[in-house]
């Protein structure tokens, strides 16, 4: 027969501890203050019971013992069979079966003789026979897990139960927002004072939550109008969800040069508030033209013009044009600076661009063709700067020459005839001649006849005197007539002198006539 093997330890007895566990639930309403009906006795369903690599693991869901009406599952695990004397570990799992929080957690053990606790994680309150361990609160699927040691004094089957308590409450979820409204504004940093000015505004809600009833306010600054011309203006937003923006723009116009700080504001129905500023620079170009020119000249000669545009303003004169309007009667000989002629007897300069504080400068010649007062205009107009006009005016006078001439209609003549003396002025210069008086003087060889002409003659002896005549203009002419006798024979002279307003001396002129 074989040799029986006795196992050692404990007189040779195997101590088979199973662990079976005693659960219990216990439900707690923090959210209605009413007696909760009393619960419905369900018939206690026998522990799941598992066996794996030597370990026995026991499992309940409480209190329905349904998983899925159930609160908490309590599970522990410990060897499935120990020696008398030996420490074994021994493991008690909670997990929430809900899809809410339990609070005030606590998982008690009753551990009598001859099982024996050494020690546990976490640490447990001992009363009596009974450990407890607080597990505080497990949020919904959450598992909190107790180690601890035991050690059996005596062989034998030796049950252990475990219980769990815990409270389950109702709760409700008020949501808290934190709305921001926040406000931009964006303009131009500078305009010309002709140029429209763009306004955006952008009220946004950066918080969480809604804004209800928004208003967004812009009140112009002095020196500032929308383009329909009000002083304010605002915007009405219904809601501004979290994260949305509203976007308004509008247009002003300057009234003025100038900074111009404006300031935007919006506010809630809840009372929120935001405020935003831009700047804006306003500037404009001011032109200047000083027109100078030859302020007397004669007629057929050279007149100079020049022309000096400045920019007195704070903004660049863009597209500077210059217009010198030459008057009637002139013929332009030059243009300096590349201006160009038109057949409207214009003269124009173009300049991109004038700086502020700079001026240019332009000139143009002309050939005055008649006599008189010549009003010369210029202008200059560039964008967004007002035009400017300024002339200048050249008195053209003329330059009279008079030309006198006396011819004898026949030559030589017999004592006794007559002979015809023709006398011719001419004005060969540009202007009038005035007063221009004729005196004829005869030798004592001739008689006076008679006298005809531009003006009547009049005798006094040897002289005949002709009344003035009152103007001779250019390229004009004017005759007089001497009709003498011949009384003597010889070499005679025919004299002529003749005074104009405009000659500082006398001029004469001689006749020979051969009297035989």
Not at 80 to 97: D, K, R
Not at 268 to 281: E, F, P, Q
Request: with cysteine; proline share 5%.
């Amino acid at each position: 027969m074989k040799n029986a093997r006795t196992k050692p330890g404990f007189l040779g007895i195997a101590l088979a501890i199973v662990a079976t566990l005693a659960l219990t639930g216990c439900q707690c309403f923090q959210a209605d203050s009413n007696a909760a009906p009393a619960p419905t006795r369900v018939k206690a369903a026998e522990p799941t019971t598992n066996v794996h690599d030597g370990m026995m693991v026991v499992s309940r869901a409480l209190p329905t013992y349904d998983m899925d009406t159930s609160a908490v599952l309590l599970e522990s695990a410990s060897p499935v069979e120990v020696m008398v004397g030996q420490e074994f570990p021994y493991t008690i799992s909670a997990t929430n079966l809900t899809d809410y929080t339990l609070v005030d957690v606590v998982v008690t053990e009753m551990i009598k003789d001859p099982l024996h606790l050494k020690g546990s994680a976490p640490q447990a309150q001992m009363s009596g026979a009974q450990a407890a361990w607080n597990l505080g609160s497990l949020e919904a699927g959450e598992t909190k897990t107790i180690t601890t040691s035991l050690a059996a004094s005596a062989p034998g089957q030796h049950k252990h139960c475990a219980s769990v308590t815990y409270r389950q409450i109702m709760c409700q979820t008020v949501t808290v927002v934190a709305p921001e409204l926040k406000l931009t504004k964006d303009m131009p940093d500078m305009v010309l004072i002709c140029n429209d000015i763009p306004v955006t505004l952008v009220a946004s809600n950066t918080g969480t939550g809604t804004i209800k009833n928004v208003t967004v306010t812009d009140t112009l600054p002095s020196g500032l109008l929308t383009t329909d011309g009000k002083q304010q203006v605002s915007f009405t937003i219904p809601q501004l969800d979290s994260g949305e923006s509203e976007t308004m723009t509008f247009t002003a116009k300057a009234q003025r040069t100038g900074t111009f700080k404006n300031v935007a504001s919006a506010n809630s129905a809840a009372g929120l508030t935001a405020d935003a500023s831009a700047t804006v620079v306003v500037r404009q170009p001011i032109l200047t033209i000083d027109k100078t020119g030859t302020e007397e000249q004669y007629a057929g000669r050279p007149v100079s013009y020049k022309i000096v545009v400045a920019n007195t303003g704070d903004a660049d004169a863009k597209d500077l044009v210059i217009t010198d309007q030459l008057p009637a009667g002139v013929t332009l000989l030059s243009a300096s600076q590349g201006g160009l002629a038109a057949a409207d007897g214009t003269v124009s300069w173009k300049v991109s661009s004038l700086p502020p504080g700079k001026s240019v400068t332009v000139g143009a010649t002309v050939r005055a063709d008649r006599i008189g007062l010549l009003e010369n205009v210029a202008s200059a107009k560039a964008n967004c700067a007002k035009l400017v006009i300024d002339k200048a005016v050249t008195k053209v006078v003329g330059v009279p020459a008079v030309l006198l001439e006396v011819v004898d209609v026949e030559d030589p003549i017999s004592v006794g005839d007559t002979e015809t003396y023709v006398i011719t002025v001419t004005n060969q210069g540009t202007a009038d001649d005035t007063n221009i008086v004729i005196t004829c003087t005869l030798e004592d060889t001739q008689s006076y006849v008679s006298s005809s002409g531009a003006t009547t003659g009049r005798v006094a002896g040897q002289t005949v005197t002709f009344a003035p005549l009152a103007a001779l203009g250019p390229k004009q002419q004017a005759t007089w007539k001497v009709v003498v006798k011949a009384e003597k024979a010889g070499d005679v002279r025919f004299k002529v002198n003749m005074t104009t307003d405009i000659l500082g001396r006398p001029v004469e002129e001689t006749e020979a006539t051969n009297q035989y």
